[in-house]
């Protein structure tokens, strides 16, 4: 049933092809019709009189009107459903019209064969051109011709001209042909022409879909380049109404002030390469310029050309991706630039370093990567807040900038730790006037929300490609150069040596044995005497641990003790020496005091109160003999459980000591909060107030006051010297430490020393 009714279709619409081709010939053959009956009456008005001539070409005129008119009807019939009534009326029209012709001929057939030849030939002729302006409907061409041939051959054959009947059927029959191949003609080209409107028309409805439903627009441009049929999203895109962007040239539409200046963006520059050469482009990125803002498009286009094969423009698709390559860029910048500083990030850094050493290979020259590290800005972080921090950042960055050259660049690697990139070194003293010019900006002071804070830099370089042809090695072996910078105290800058590698594999190495030190009972205690400023008597005995390791023989302190804090080694181990010092101190007269060091790793152990506890109820000694020693760097971790493991040892009965103090950013602060007993004054402004310095002399005075006023006592450290000593007096300090009253000396020379003192006294 689906198929029949779509056969049914296809017939009607057929119908509708051939009767509204009808209606478009139709004057043509109402005046060839009228015309053809002239020559007709030439020889048949002496056979049947004026009247009966005029009367018949009356008839003829009637009916070729009446065609006329009937036809003109069918000028929709493309657009609807023809009726059966209509078809057969028609065909009853042109069957009337074609007997009308048949009477003459029957009724007078001498005329057909009484020589009128030239005549009869015109009459043909007009006859026949009639039929062929019918044969749009096949139908009807041949019911006219088979009457028109049927009474013409019947009249020549009653005329008794048998050559005549011969040739009367012969051009029937050839009209007849001629009339069918014509229609078939027509029908197949109308039938095409009907199919390429309707894709035509599908087209332009998905066009007009994608425009409507889709932010891409369709554009096209003449062979001259001239942009031509805008639609309205091209125009909106345009910033134009459709009809001013018409016939303008594109590249000037859309290259803004520099179609006047020719300062032209490169990819306008090769839009209008490639369609000057006439290729395919797709997905091109073009920077245009609409009203003064700059925008993004993407454009793809395709040459078109016309049915002769010549170049006819270019047409495609265009869209704005503006937004889109603003949030690429975006993410392009959160991946290579550091957010806080706005310098460029460790990626950036190494690919900024790739090229630099690339280039070094290349052109024989040399290139330079510099590593820094803030000294002390953990502390200014942790004791100030992150936000504090982070402005502090934010001025280093700064501060850098400013140094860098032509060919330098500078970026942070995360934390506090920050680099540059030197791509053209040609100086051997560039490097190091670099680094000294970084550690100098850096270490002046800053400003941060009224807080007056001071940070120093270590550096650490190396120089490609002499130390290293690789991105990876040379930023390792710059790290090996800050290490070695930091370890000597910071605030300097040290050039890779090929050493170093075995410093650090030295590292490595105690690290590995300091870890078996205790099990191996190689570590021991010494003990340095603290007196009395006054009458020098003891007072008590600063535990000092040193390590005699069976593979390195005698290793510093300033080795194995960062280690041993990098690792968290020193809980165990200070446990170990915390445990030692009771137990020798246990064994002195009962007024000396044992002082030992508590790191910061010891301090957040959640067990380091009762394993002081441990260590006092072992040895028996008694809690007040004991003074734990700590640094500002307890507070800097985790202040809050630094204090509460604070407030536990002294509610024992412990004594606390502030080392190093003064070398810090908020001693007071930790004065205010905590109660110590005794504040050691760091032995640089000794030797500072041992030659006169106004500013170590005017700190320690206000040291000394201050412990007055608290109740706690001083110890001044490093004295070597009368002179030092005697300066020490003058300023009021209440103790006193240094080689001058004792080195660090073991467990039974400190024994010897309180028994000679103590016979001393008797004496």
Not at 279 to 300: A, D, I, P, Y
Not at 375 to 397: C, E, M, P, W, Y
């Amino acid at each position: 049933m689906q198929r029949m009714g779509i056969a049914g279709a296809k017939t009607q619409k057929l119908l509708g092809l051939q009767y509204a081709a009808l209606a478009r010939t139709a004057f043509l053959r109402f005046a060839v019709f009228v015309v053809a009956a002239i020559p007709a009456i030439t020889f048949w008005v002496e056979s049947s009189g004026f009247w009966l001539a005029g009367g018949w070409f009356l008839l003829v005129v009637l009916i070729a009107a009446a065609l006329l008119r009937m036809e003109r009807g069918f000028i929709d019939a493309e657009r609807r459903q023809m009726a059966s009534e209509e078809q057969r009326t028609h065909l009853a029209a042109v069957g009337l019209a074609g007997l009308l012709w048949a009477g003459p001929m029957l009724a007078f057939p001498d005329a057909m064969a009484s020589g009128n030849a030239p005549q009869y030939a015109v009459m043909a002729l007009l006859i026949c051109v009639f039929v062929l302006a019918l044969s749009a409907v096949p139908a009807a061409a041949m019911t006219f011709i088979a009457i028109f041939a049927f009474a013409g051959a019947t009249s020549m054959i009653l005329a008794g001209d048998f050559a005549g009947t011969v040739a009367q059927l012969t051009f029937g029959m050839v009209v007849a042909a001629g009339a069918m191949a014509l229609s078939r003609l027509y029908l197949r080209l109308r039938l095409t022409e009907a199919n390429l409107a309707e894709k035509q028309e599908t087209v332009s409805l998905l066009l007009h879909e994608f425009e409507e439903n889709s932010a891409d627009w369709l554009w096209q441009v003449d062979a001259a380049r001239r942009v031509r049929g805008v639609s309205p999203r091209f125009a909106h895109a345009l910033c134009m109404e459709p009809r001013e962007a018409d016939g303008q040239p594109l590249l000037r539409l859309i290259a803004g002030e520099g179609w006047d200046t020719g300062a032209l963006p490169s990819s306008l520059r090769d839009l209008a390469e490639r369609l000057k050469r006439r290729e395919s482009f797709s997905n091109m990125m073009v920077r245009v310029s609409m009203n003064g803002r700059t925008r993004w498009w993407e454009l793809s286009g395709t040459p078109k050309h016309d049915e002769h094969g010549q170049f006819a423009g270019f047409r495609g698709v265009g869209s704005d991706v503006t937004e889109q390559r603003e949030s690429a860029e975006k993410i392009a910048q959160l991946a290579r630039y550091d957010q806080l500083t706005g310098l460029p990030n460790r990626m950036m850094l190494t690919e900024a370093l790739g090229t630099a050493l690339q280039r070094a290979e290349q052109w024989r020259t040399r290139c330079a990567f510099l590593m820094i590290d803030l000294d002390r800005f953990k502390a200014v972080n942790d004791t100030l807040g992150h936000q504090i921090g982070d402005k502090l950042l934010a001025q280093v960055s700064r501060r850098l900038r400013v140094l860098m050259g032509q060919h330098d660049t500078c970026g942070r690697l995360g934390g506090d730790e920050f680099a540059v990139v030197m791509a053209d070194v040609n100086d051997r003293e560039a490097v190091d006037r670099m680094a000294h010019a970084i550690i100098d900006v850096l270490s002046k002071p800053y400003d941060v929300d009224h807080h007056t804070l001071f940070v120093g830099a270590s550096v650490g370089s190396a120089v490609g490609p002499r130390d290293a042809r690789t991105v990876e090695t040379l930023m390792r072996n710059a790290d090996l150069a800050l290490y070695r910078s930091k370890d000597e105290g910071g605030g300097s800058h040290f050039a890779y040596e090929p050493q170093m590698h075995a410093h650090a594999e030295e590292r490595r190495k105690l690290e590995f044995a300091l870890r078996h030190a205790l099990e191996r009972d190689e570590l021991e205690l010494n003990f340095q005497p603290v007196v009395d400023a006054v009458t020098e008597e003891i007072l008590s005995f600063e535990a000092l641990m040193r390590w005699n390791s069976v593979e390195f023989g005698r290793v510093s302190p300033a080795k194995f003790i960062p280690i041993a804090e990098d690792t968290r080694l020193i809980v165990p181990i200070g446990e170990w020496a915390l445990r030692r010092a009771c137990d020798e101190a246990a064994h002195w007269p009962g007024h000396v005091k044992v002082a030992v060091n508590v790191s910061a790793e010891q301090m957040l152990d959640a067990n380091f109160a009762s394993t002081v506890v441990s260590a006092l109820a072992a040895s028996g000694l008694a809690p007040e003999r004991l003074e734990l020693e700590v640094t500002e760097s307890i507070f800097l971790r985790d202040g809050g459980a630094a204090q509460s493991t604070l407030n536990q040892i002294q509610s024992l009965g412990c004594k606390l000591a502030l080392d190093d103090f003064g070398t810090g950013y908020s001693s007071l602060g930790y004065l205010r909060n905590n109660r110590f007993n005794t504040i050691k004054i760091d032995r640089s402004f000794v030797t500072g107030a041992a030659k006169d310095s106004p500013e170590s002399l005017a700190i320690i005075r206000a040291v000394v006051a201050m412990c007055d006023a608290l109740g706690m006592e001083t110890t001044a450290e490093g004295v070597e010297s009368e002179r030092e000593l005697e300066r020490i007096r003058q300023l009021g300090c209440s103790k006193i430490q240094g080689f001058l009253f004792g080195r660090p000396m073991g467990a039974l020379e400190a024994n010897a020393l309180l028994d000679q003192r103590a016979e001393r006294r008797i004496a």
